[in-house]
């Protein structure tokens, strides 16, 4: 009979290889959705790839009788968790359609950081010293690759850090969100506020929506259906090994998106890109490593 220690490790491991199938996923999602950017205005884009992942998970409720309506979809933490959604999903869209999808990629590395130190601000968490400066750095880190006040600053730069900073509220009302919502209805609803969010720049933007060719419709389907296959991985990564064992393996996505980034789209990696990242991914293990209960 296996004991508790083997049988730990075992499920961290699985845990971990879901958690790089979902950032492999996720950074695959960014490819189709920049893709589809070419030919598809922002909010258009963003009402038909909500829509096609809301669907999947509807569907997905409906197979294992999962219900989507319940008095908790409307509490306090979910609607703050699909304000905060929106403004994500927006901004890093826009960030993707107009923006290197590598250094877009990058800063949203780093969610984590902001995650502990808004935890710390608003929710009385605990932070040590140490993991005060790793925050610091982490945050140098996002300057070095932004640079603004240069004259490579782009201020389209901004719109990745809009969305890493919805992000990181968005996972920061997750803690809170009634424990009773699995993940088909949070995927539910997350793609329904990508809707919402589509909607809103529709009006904001003011363009036509354009005809959507046979290539864009291949676009839309692969990054509704990779998208909700890299929300359910990461789900699965979570709720599998423990959370310090599994989380560092988010940094993957780095890899995956830069990745592509260079492959497909052709982007150049710049020095200040690669220093950058390097003191975002160690702050971030470090605060990861002095989370861990002694």
Known sequence: MQDQHTLDRRANLIGSLWMIAA????????????AAAVTLPVGQLLILFGTGGAIVFAAAAFLTKTPLLSADVVSRPMRIRVLFEVMGRLFYALA????????????????PIVVVASAALFFGEKVGLRRW???????????????????????????????MLGFAGRDLASRAAPKTLGTAALGFYGFLAVVIAGVIY????????????PVAALHLCGASLVGAAAYAGLMKAMRTGEVS????????????????????????VSTNMLFGSALIVASGLIIMWRSKPR
């Open 96 to 111: 993707i359609a107009l923006t290197p999808l590598s250094s877009a990629t990058v800063i949203l590395q780093a969610t």
């Open 133 to 163: 400066i790793a925050i610091v750095v982490g945050l140098i880190g996002v300057l070095i690759i932004i640079q603004p006040g240069s004259d490579s600053f782009s201020a389209l730069s901004i719109l990745a850090v809009l969305g």
């Open 202 to 213: 529709a009006f904001y933007e003011g363009v036509a929506f354009a005809t959507i060719t």
């Open 23 to 34: 950032m492999a996923c996720f950074a695959i999602e960014d490819v189709f959705v920049k």
């Open 245 to 268: 064992a599994v989380t560092p393996f988010r940094y993957a996505r780095l890899l995956f998106g830069v990745a592509c980034g260079v492959l497909i789209f052709k982007e150049t």
